[in-house]
């Protein structure tokens, strides 16, 4: 890729569903006091030691590029855009549990950020319908993030859980559901941090 | 007999219309977002129903159909449903929401928005004072009092709306205005804009390490909380901390700079957009139609002033003044009279269908729609006045028309100012070499 040691991912998803949240908590492992709309895009950083336990042990950082907006954007936002989607080498596409709608849209991100990166070898689908054969040879690991687990009542929970895996296998991706405004989701040790190294290790090796 | 009839034609188009407006809800307003409250959309579907059906009796007034006492009762009830509508239910239920959404007030909210709701009741009711609208013949709590206080409401707003669409309009659609976008400055912005992307992370991947060695040092880097920990920092502040604070501003200033860029390099594309689009034909199209525009917002902003300065309220509607003036200057034989009444009601049409769409892009509905009723009383002909001065009670018109002219101009000439400064600002800063 470009640069030396630099991996950066992309957290896409509509406006309001809480990736900034997500990036501060992943970043500072703390929780996000006042968060604000977010106007273009903002960037934090994560460092992650590859093969940590291994001789190889290395340190790397990763950069978590945080990008607003809506998929209903008018057409001079989502070129603006554009410009952050290059040589990305992984995407963290994030929905609101409590709103479908999100989760349905996350589709148009998923195209949106990687039709600007793909070779074109086969014919585009430009329309924003959902074609599973993109994904199938798409090299960039994606990680679905479910957010605002808090909001849903307790006996809602399952219907909701099951769609969310539909989502994450359409996807081919792993899948976390997690509040964040609890740090607790992410603690050393958890299943879900369990799965987020996972997919780091995926991408370093992709990388 | 005729009286049935005549109530279930309005009640089939109400429900029509109320059919309309849950559509329109969903498609266009709530598009990317779920709906967890169906009151919302109950109440607006019900508001935009009845405000219809209050457009659809002045057509068949205008029109003569249907039978003359059944439109006086339906128009009667019409207007005592919306008021009954627009001051109980939605300020009640916008504080309801409002409340409940505070976290605190949870438990006791519907105590809470019924204060809320009785104090907009009372800032409401004060709204009335100082300007002159009773009439000494009426008592407290009439119907004309209410449409009184609503009319002012919804004449400011509107007027504020038109003052502001009569300046905006000819500037979106004018090429004039447009300033030249080459690919190159697209390119250059573009360019700074990931250079300042680049210094962020970097600064950042410092502050990362930073904060990893004092981790693993011992030193705890925990953000000073309360009053004791304010005077703590003050003492005793490890070195790897204030390196970290400037690293911190630092940072904070190049967000706010990549922001700004972002901005920017938006309004380029947009702009470059609009250049393309208006050498499109529907572009030159509608470049005709914003020179028109422009001329008709200059007129009417010129005779809000003339009304203002000489004290005078338009008496005669300007399509019939139009015509007379045309006639007299071509010569022709013209009966002026059969073909004004036809075309003011074209007019009048136009302004329902305009207003209607513009009501359903702001959110402004029920007292637009009153004030809609109040202004198109100007542009129609003597005869058809009479009947809306009966239903609505003596109003003191002329003091709603004197009242738009002033918010009309005012809105008017501030967004000519905002749009000037706006305007200047831009370019200034894309000319730098």
């Known amino acids: 890729m470009a640069s030396l040691d630099r991996v950066k991912v ?76 290059n040589s990305v080498n992984g995407i963290i596409l994030v929905h609101d549990l409590t709103n479908k709608k999100s989760s349905q849209n996350l589709y148009r991100w998923s195209l949106e950020a990687l039709n600007r990166d793909l070779v074109p070898t086969g014919v585009l689908v ?78 370093f090796k992709r990388w | ?140 709590l009439s119907i004309e009092q209410l449409i009184s206080r609503v009319g002012v409401i919804g004449v400011t707003l509107m007027a504020l709306l038109s003052g502001f669409g009569a300046v905006n309009c000819p500037y979106t659609y004018m090429s004039y205005f447009l300033r030249n976008v080459t690919d190159t400055d697209i390119l250059a912005l573009e360019r700074r804009l990931l250079q300042t992307m680049d210094m962020i992370i970097s600064k950042k991947k410092r502050m990362a390490m930073t904060r990893r060695t004092m981790f693993q040092k011992g030193e705890v880097h925990n953000r000073p909380s309360g009053f004791w920990g304010m005077i703590k920092s003050v003492t005793t502040s490890a070195p790897g901390s204030e390196n970290l604070t400037l690293i911190q501003q630092e940072v904070d200033a190049l967000e706010e700079l990549s922001r700004q860029l972002f901005l920017e390099t938006a309004d380029l594309y947009a702009t470059k957009e609009r250049i393309e689009y208006s050498k499109t034909f529907k572009g030159k199209y509608f470049n005709f139609l914003g020179y028109f525009f422009s001329i008709y917002c200059v007129w009417k902003i010129f005779m809000a002033t003339i009304n203002i300065v000489f004290d005078r309220v338009g008496k005669t509607d300007p399509v019939t003044r139009g015509i007379e003036i045309t006639v007299n200057y071509l010569g022709i034989q013209f009966d002026v009279k059969f073909w004004s ?70 809105s008017a000439l501030s967004s000519i100012l905002f749009l000037y400064l706006a305007h200047k600002q831009a370019p200034e800063k894309h000319m730098a070499p």
């Not at chain 2, 659809?56 to 008021?83: A, D, P, Q």
């Open chain 2, 341 to 410: 009444q036809h075309i003011s009601f074209i007019l009048v049409g136009i302004i329902i269908v305009t207003s209607i769409r513009g009501l359903l892009i702001t959110l402004t509905k029920g007292m637009y729609f009153v004030s809609s009723v109040l202004l198109i009383r100007m542009s129609m002909p003597l005869e058809y006045r009479t009947i809306i001065t009966e239903v609505l009670g003596e109003l003191q018109f002329n003091f709603y028309h004197r009242w738009f002219d002033v918010i009309f101009l005012v």
């Open chain 2, 1 to 140: 007999m005729s009286f049935l009839i005549d109530s279930s034609i309005m009640i089939t188009s109400q429900i029509l219309f109320f059919g309309f407006g849950w559509l329109f809800f969903m498609r266009q307003l709530f598009k990317d977002y779920e709906v967890r409250q169906y009151v919302v959309q109950v109440i607006f579907s019900v508001t935009f129903a009845f405000s219809c059906t209050m457009f659809e009796l002045i057509i068949f007034e205008i029109l003569g159909v249907l039978n003359s006492s059944s439109r006086y009762f339906h128009w009667k009830m019409n207007l005592c449903v919306i008021l009954l509508i627009l001051v109980f239910m939605v300020p009640f239920y916008i504080g309801y929401f409002i409340v409940s959404n505070i976290r605190l007030l949870h438990k006791q909210r519907l105590l809470f928005s019924c204060l809320l709701w009785l104090t907009f009741m009372y800032f409401f009711w004060k709204l009335g004072d100082p300007f002159p609208i009773l009439s000494p013949k009426h008592g407290i």
């Open chain 1, 126 to 203: 430009t329309n924003g319908d959902y074609d599973r054969e993109q994904f199938a040879d798409n090299q960039i690991p994606l990680l679905v993030i479910g957010t605002k687990l808090d909001q849903i009542h307790e006996n809602k929970r399952h219907e909701v859980l099951t769609r969310t895996a539909f989502l994450a296998e359409d996807f081919n991706a792993e899948e976390i559901n997690l509040d964040c405004t609890n740090p607790r989701y992410l603690a050393a040790g958890s299943s879900n941090a369990v799965k987020l190294s996972h997919r780091e290790e995926i991408l």
């Open chain 1, 10 to 85: 992309l957290v896409l998803g509509d406006s309001g569903v809480g990736k900034s949240s997500l990036v501060h908590l992943l970043c500072q492992n703390q929780v996000l006091g006042n968060p604000s709309w977010t106007v273009g895009c903002s960037v934090d950083v994560r460092v992650h030691d590859y093969k940590e336990g291994t001789p190889e042990e290395k340190t790397y950082y990763i950069e978590l590029w945080d990008v607003g907006g809506s998929v209903g954007s008018a057409s001079s936002v989502k070129s603006t855009r554009a410009v952050f989607y």
